[in-house]
């Protein structure tokens, strides 16, 4: 079941297009990654979708309902975070959270549970002001979680995070992708981080989806190389180079890489068996989705 669905989903500031004919849809439990650099169209989407902005033409529907038409019923299933939480920073998390649990009829019950959900007991009675930039993401998470919505929408949420900070905000956001049965998306321009969260990406550039697929799919070996794991080495990297020497890509301790096809892999493997090479293996090598983005977008202003 698709949880949000844009179709011919198109932005204009002034007469510039920021977003260009713009169509996708996120399945139910997925965590969906919204890629590219930036400038792309990335924020712009997603105030569309939250309702911050109209879109000028196409229409935006979450859970069913039009963005435009039903608004609150449509946002009664989002919860977004876009760029950093705003809360009061001499207030504790936990009166924050009761202030907005109160502001949208929900029980104070519901607090505890969002805090528990984030991992946030232990300093939820402290001063906002005194927390670091991940607790404040978890705190921000925590708010959008009051509601009980059903899609989770983060704009750039890892940004200024330490490497254990992104680590820890991605094992909740699949945490509540697996447990809790959210739909998120998240946008970002950090590639690493978006191969090891995301289940399927869509790659903007310039207001155009140019590509969407699974983090899998994308990662395949499309890159025509694969790893010869051979002993003795240096008698196996003499004899390809007699014969493919521009192939070779790579050169290990206990093994070659070579730019070869699928179908030539059978023809390198019988000429090192028949000069008398043992081969332990073949690997093809997996590309990246940084590679994959470039490959796709043709280069762009990206952290990797």
Request: glycine share 10%; with cysteine; proline share 3%.
């Amino acid at each position: 079941m698709s949880i949000l669905t844009l179709e011919h989903v198109q932005k204009f500031f002034g007469s510039r297009p920021v977003v260009k004919d713009l169509s996708f849809s996120v399945e139910e439990g997925r965590i969906f990654g919204f890629l590219g650099p930036n400038g792309a169209g990335k924020t712009t989407t997603i105030k569309m979708i939250l309702g911050l902005l109209a879109a000028d033409h196409g229409q935006i529907t979450v859970c069913g309902h039009n963005v435009e038409t039903e608004f609150e019923a449509a946002m009664a299933c989002v919860g977004g975070i876009v760029e950093n939480p705003d809360m009061y920073v001499y207030l504790s998390g936990y009166d924050n959270l009761k202030l907005q649990a109160r502001a949208c009829g929900m029980p104070l019950s519901r607090v505890d549970e969002v805090v528990e959900m984030v991992g946030m007991q232990l300093r939820i009675k402290d001063k906002f002001k005194t927390y670091s930039l991940g607790m404040k993401q978890r705190i921000g998470v925590a708010q959008a979680m009051l509601r009980r919505p059903r899609l989770l929408i983060l704009d750039e949420p890892t940004n200024g995070l330490d490497p254990a900070g992104i680590k820890d905000f991605r094992d909740l956001l699949r945490y509540l992708a697996k447990n809790e049965g959210i739909t998120v998306m998240v946008s970002s321009h950090i590639l690493q981080e978006m191969q090891e969260m995301c289940d399927t990406v869509g790659i903007i550039s310039n207001g155009q989806l140019l590509r969407i697929a699974g983090v899998d799919e994308l990662t395949k070996n499309v890159s025509g190389r694969f790893r010869f794991f051979v002993r003795p080495l240096d008698t196996a990297l003499e004899l390809i180079r007699q014969h493919i020497a521009d192939r070779i890509a790579d050169v290990a301790a206990d093994y070659i890489e070579l730019r070869v096809s699928e179908e030539e892999v059978p023809t390198v493997n019988n000429k090192l068996i028949e000069a008398g090479i043992a081969i332990y293996g073949v690997q093809p090598v997996a590309v990246s989705l940084e590679e994959s983005f470039i490959a796709i977008t043709g280069g762009g202003n990206v952290i990797v």
